[in-house]
């Protein structure tokens, strides 16, 4: 692989389990389902989704490289959560599914040759997706989710120091 700022956002990518296995430490289990507002997640919640999104991920990685001009299909992440009722679904199991996942695509994606990144599909809701667009997305969408997670805990906390 040539291109250095990839190579980074691939190892970043690689990286995605460990560091939402560590942020996660930073929050008591019990105030998982905590909601701070009717319109936001839980921690719960976007547990599940994190797993959910990486089993749409592991599928579009795999048409990138292996049906260029394919089309990969969106879905309603909170129609999701909802109808799948996220809140009975094992955390620790959807970690252990997203684990699998990442590491699966990681280790796909890690050696390819420079040609296979110049490959798209078409997205059903967003139109066309590079293989870096993919890379973008799935790079950034744990960090941003833990960050989502650090404002519940934080809002949580001062809500338990005002009690």
């Given at each position: 692989m040539s291109d250095p700022l990839?190579?980074?956002?691939?190892?970043?990518?690689?990286?995605?389990?460990?560091?939402?296995?560590?942020?996660?430490?930073?929050?008591?289990?019990?105030?998982?389902?905590?909601?701070?507002?009717?319109?936001?997640?839980?921690?719960?919640?976007i547990i599940i989704h994190i797993a959910?999104?990486?089993?749409?991920?592991?599928?579009?990685?795999?048409?990138?490289?292996?049906?260029?001009?394919?089309?990969?299909?969106?879905?309603?992440?909170a129609g999701w959560a909802r109808r799948l009722?996220?809140?009975?679904?094992d955390t620790a199991m959807a970690l252990e599914l997203f684990r699998l996942l990442r590491r699966g695509s990681y280790e796909l994606i890690r050696d390819l040759p420079d040609g296979v990144w110049a490959h798209t599909v078409v997205h059903s809701d967003s139109g066309r997706?590079?293989?870096?667009?993919?890379?973008?997305?799935?790079?950034?969408?744990?960090?941003?989710?833990i960050a989502q997670m650090r404002a519940i805990y934080e809002t949580w906390r001062l809500e338990q120091e005002g009690s």
């Amino acid at each position: 692989m040539s291109d250095p700022l990839r190579q980074a956002k691939i190892e970043s990518y690689g990286q995605a389990h460990g560091r939402l296995e560590n942020a996660l430490r930073a929050f008591p289990p019990g105030m998982w389902t905590y909601r701070p507002d009717a319109s936001d997640w839980t921690i719960h919640e976007i547990i599940i989704h994190i797993a959910d999104s990486e089993v749409n991920s592991y599928v579009r990685c795999r048409r990138l490289i292996a049906e260029p001009g394919s089309e990969v299909l969106g879905y309603d992440e909170a129609g999701w959560a909802r109808r799948l009722d996220y809140h009975r679904q094992d955390t620790a199991m959807a970690l252990e599914l997203f684990r699998l996942l990442r590491r699966g695509s990681y280790e796909l994606i890690r050696d390819l040759p420079d040609g296979v990144w110049a490959h798209t599909v078409v997205h059903s809701d967003s139109g066309r997706m590079t293989f870096d667009d993919w890379l973008d997305t799935y790079e950034r969408h744990v960090p941003e989710h833990i960050a989502q997670m650090r404002a519940i805990y934080e809002t949580w906390r001062l809500e338990q120091e005002g009690s």
